[in-house]
């Protein structure tokens, strides 16, 4: 082999060595961005972004605030309906694709929390249940509404 093929072959290995070490930097996980709960009459909304660093999409599948057993946590989206009038409803999940945030934001996806008394300026800590069989523990400040 000539010096050319040989520096060919080396800048190959070196190549995919490269490539190994991005794909193994990448699956990094779930990871909390940002977030917070408002505090409201019946219990509260949970308002955060997860960042999705699996190379797959993951969704957020149940929540849980294992403090308060008696709470009822969902998952809801706001709709508008063809009156114009906003409506929450359940859903199943929330996904993020990969390398996306999972968004849990007013006016769209978002955890209910019903049957709890949470108090502004107080630290709330729920339990994030995911379709890959991760959980993720977050601990949110309670804001009062419109606070
Ligand atoms: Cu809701």
Redesign the pocket.
């Known amino acids: 082999m000539d010096f050319k093929v040989i520096a060919g072959i080396v800048f190959l290995i070196a190549l995919a060595g490269i490539a190994s070490y991005m794909l193994a930097s990448r699956s990094g996980g779930l990871e909390l961005v940002d977030g917070y709960v408002v505090s409201l009459p019946m219990g509260g909304?949970a308002f955060m972004t997860i960042h999705n660093g699996y190379s797959s999409t993951v969704c957020l599948v149940k929540a849980e605030i294992p403090s308060m057993p008696d709470a009822r946590v969902e998952l809801?989206q706001?709709v508008v309906d063809e009156n114009g009038v906003a409506r929450?409803q359940p859903v199943d999940k929330v996904c993020a694709g990969p390398g996306e945030n999972l968004e849990l934001k007013h006016g769209g996806y978002?955890i209910?929390i019903f049957n709890a008394e949470l108090e502004p300026g107080s630290t709330v800590e729920l339990v994030l249940y995911f379709n890959n069989g991760d959980t993720l523990t977050v601990s949110l400040p309670v804001k009062a509404k419109g606070g």
């Open positions: 909304g809801h706001t929450m978002h209910m």
